[in-house]
C-alpha cells in the first residue's frame, strides 16, 4: 500500500486556498474600484485588506513548510526562482530606466528624474522598484542609496500637507499639517534644503510616491508636485552642486491603476525622448502584458526547469501560463510561475 505523501497534501490544500483567496481579493479590488456609492467604499476597503491579510498567511504557511526537514532543497530553489522574478515585464522598461538614469540622473554635476509607473498593481511595479533599487546598489553602493517612502495606498487624498509631512519623516524633519492649499515656498524649501544637505558626494535619493486611487482626485496634488515641488527641490539640488556635492535624484511615482486618457494633466505625460527636466514633466514606463513569445523565453532561459522539457512540453506550458493569466497580465504570470514553481519542488 502506498503511503500518501501528508506534506505534499497539506501543500497542495494550501496552494487552492491561496489561489482561491487570489481570485476573490480580484474580485473585490475590482468592486471597490468600480463602486459609485462613495459610502460603500470604506467597508469594500476592508474586505479587500482583510483578505490581503487570509493571503499573507497562507502564503506564510507555504514559506514555512518549504522550509521544513521534508522540504529538502526547496528554500535555495525558491531563492534561486525569486532571484529571477524582478526580470518579469521589465524588459522595455528596464531599458527605458537605464536611458533615463544615463541621460539624466548620472551627470557629473549631479542629476534628477521624475519616472511615471502607471497600473503598477496589475503590472508588478513593486517587482521592478526591487529590481531598481538591486541595481542602483550594485552600481552606486548601499551607503550611498537613500530611500524615502511618501505616498499611501487608500482612498484618502494625498495632499501637499501630507506628502511633506511624510517625506520629512525620513529625515527627521517635522512638517506640520496646515490649512489647504500649497504649502508657503520657504517651508517646502527648508525641507528639500534638509534632503539635499544629508546627500553626499555621488549619492541618490529615490523618493517613492504612491497612488492608489483615482487620478482625478489627485490632479491638484500632481500639479503642485510637477510644477512647486519638483522645481524646488532641483534648485535645492542645484545649491547642493554649487557646494561640490553632486547629488542625483529618482521621484518614483506609482499609480495603482491605468491613467485616463483624458487625464487633465495629459500635457505633463510625455515619452521618454521628449523628456526634459527642465520642462517638469514624467517619464513613463512602458510596463506591459508578456506575449506567449516572452513566457516561452522566459522559462527556456530563467526557470532552470527548462533543461528537463522538450520543445513540445516548453510550448505546452508557455501556452497554459498565457491562457491562465489573462494574455499575459503580469500579476497572473507571476502567480502561474510561482504554481509551476511549487510542482517542480514540492514539499
Same mark, same amino acid.
Given at each position: 500500500m502506498i503511503r500518501p505523501n501528508l506534506t505534499e497534501l497539506r501543500r497542495q490544500e494550501l496552494e487552492t486556498s491561496y489561489r482561491l483567496l487570489m481570485e476573490r481579493w480580484a474580485a473585490a479590488c475590482h468592486q471597490r474600484d468600480t463602486t459609485l456609492n462613495a459610502a460603500d467604499r470604506p467597508l469594500l476597503q476592508a474586505q479587500v485588506d482583510d483578505l490581503w491579510e487570509q493571503i499573507g498567511r497562507v502564503d506564510r504557511k507555504l514559506q514555512e513548510l518549504a522550509q521544513s526537514p521534508d522540504g529538502g532543497d526547496v528554500r535555495r530553489q525558491q531563492q534561486n526562482w525569486e532571484d529571477q522574478l524582478p526580470k518579469i515585464d521589465f524588459q522595455e522598461a528596464w531599458l527605458d530606466f537605464q536611458a533615463i538614469y544615463g541621460r539624466h540622473i548620472n551627470r557629473a554635476g549631479g542629476g534628477a528624474a521624475l519616472i511615471l509607473a502607471p497600473d503598477f498593481r496589475t503590472m508588478c511595479a513593486d517587482l521592478f522598484v526591487q529590481r531598481m533599487v538591486e541595481?542602483?546598489? #550594485?552600481?552606486?553602493?548601499?551607503?550611498?542609496? !537613500?530611500? $524615502? +517612502?511618501?505616498?499611501?495606498?487608500?482612498?484618502?487624498?494625498?495632499?501637499?500637507?501630507?506628502?511633506?509631512?511624510?517625506?520629512?519623516?525620513?529625515?527627521?524633519?517635522?512638517?506640520?499639517?496646515?490649512?489647504?492649499?500649497?504649502?508657503?515656498?520657504?517651508?517646502?524649501?527648508?525641507?528639500?534644503?534638509?534632503?539635499?544637505?544629508?546627500?553626499?558626494?555621488?549619492?541618490?535619493?529615490?523618493?517613492?510616491?504612491?497612488?492608489?486611487?483615482?487620478?482625478?482626485?489627485?490632479?491638484?496634488?500632481?500639479?503642485?508636485?510637477?510644477?512647486?515641488?519638483? #522645481?524646488?527641490?532641483?534648485?535645492?539640488?542645484? !545649491?547642493? $552642486? +554649487?557646494?561640490?556635492a553632486y547629488a542625483k535624484c529618482i521621484l518614483f511615482l506609482a499609480v495603482g491603476r491605468r491613467p485616463p486618457a483624458t487625464l487633465p494633466l495629459a500635457a505633463r505625460y510625455c515619452p521618454l525622448h521628449a523628456y526634459e527636466p527642465q520642462q517638469r514633466q514624467l517619464a513613463q514606463l512602458p510596463l506591459a502584458r508578456w506575449s506567449e513569445d516572452e513566457i516561452k523565453e522566459w522559462l527556456a532561459n530563467c526557470s532552470g526547469l527548462a533543461d528537463r522539457w522538450d520543445n513540445q512540453t516548453l510550448n505546452q506550458k508557455a501556452h497554459a501560463i498565457y491562457a491562465a493569466s489573462i494574455d499575459g497580465e503580469p500579476l497572473r504570470v507571476r502567480y502561474e510561475l510561482d504554481r509551476l514553481f511549487r510542482q517542480r519542488w514540492p514539499a
Open positions: 541595481w542602483l546598489t #550594485a552600481n552606486v553602493g548601499y551607503n550611498k542609496l !537613500r530611500r $524615502a +517612502a511618501a505616498g499611501i495606498d487608500d482612498y484618502t487624498p494625498l495632499t501637499p500637507h501630507l506628502f511633506l509631512r511624510r517625506l520629512g519623516s525620513n529625515f527627521g524633519h517635522a512638517f506640520e499639517d496646515g490649512a489647504q492649499g500649497a504649502p508657503p515656498p520657504a517651508q517646502v524649501r527648508a525641507l528639500t534644503d534638509k534632503m539635499c544637505g544629508a546627500l553626499g558626494q555621488g549619492h541618490v535619493l529615490l523618493i517613492e510616491v504612491t497612488v492608489d486611487v483615482d487620478l482625478y482626485a489627485h490632479e491638484p496634488f500632481l500639479t503642485w508636485l510637477l510644477d512647486d515641488f519638483w #522645481a524646488t527641490l532641483v534648485e535645492s539640488l542645484q !545649491r547642493a $552642486a +554649487a557646494q561640490h
